[in-house]
DNA sequence: CGACCGATCGTCT
DNA sequence: GACGATCGGTCGA
């Protein structure tokens, strides 16, 4: 049911709990603009709760030249590079300095499915597409280079079409592959929307 | 279906 | 030197 798109400013990203902005991503339109759109609808997220959080890559205000982003302006774009070779992407939340993300997981493609076959070498469109966080980059032509961009630009961006998930159509689970992170890996900080075949399918 | 494995490399210890 | 916020493939039940 897509109406028109308004593309979220500032006030969505900047707030103090992360969860909220996880949950309320579901829903949301990704889009790249690099000469041609890409887009798709996002399906599952997972929020990064900052310096108290053992799974986050701020654990302790941990600050790196690698994770130098996360601690930037409200709305602004972290790339992580996974394993050497997939670059993950997270929306900054909160105020500058509070380093409070949330991954993008999974999307269902919406515009630019014949461009993003070309980044992916796929012959033909599967849900691997655009399913898991180092797929959907690639799909959309996002990467490293991306890192401490901002969502507020007309490249990259992400936008409302008016449809809401409801209540008991979102699922609530554990983060995935963060085991390492001790209790922290308990944390229900991972929203998906129930029974669409983009989400990543692993144990919870 | 679940368990496991290799690929691959920038970053931090 | 070791280690990932992964992925796609294989193998066995």
Known sequence: MPGTLKKLGEAFYDR?????VARELLGKILVTHFGVYTSGRI???????????????AFRGRRTNRNEAVYGEPGDIYMYI???MHHLFNVVTN???IPHVVLIRALEPLE????????????EPDYSLTRGPGNLSRALGLNKRHS????LSDEIYI?????????????VTKRIGVESARED????????VKGNPYVSSRKS
């Open 16 to 20: 103090s709990d992360v969860i909220k």
């Open 43 to 57: 399906v599952e997220t997972e929020a990064y709760a900052g310096i108290g959080d053992r799974a986050s890559h």
């Open 148 to 151: 401490g961009g901002s969502l």
């Open 185 to 192: 890996a308990e944390r229900l900080y991972r929203f998906i």
């Open 82 to 84: 996974c394993y050497g």
């Open 95 to 97: 105020k500058k300095d």
């Open 159 to 171: 936008a409302d079409d008016g449809l809401k998930y409801k209540k008991d159509e979102i699922l």
């Open 112 to 123: 630019g499915i014949s461009t993003m076959l070309k980044r992916t070498g796929k012959p």
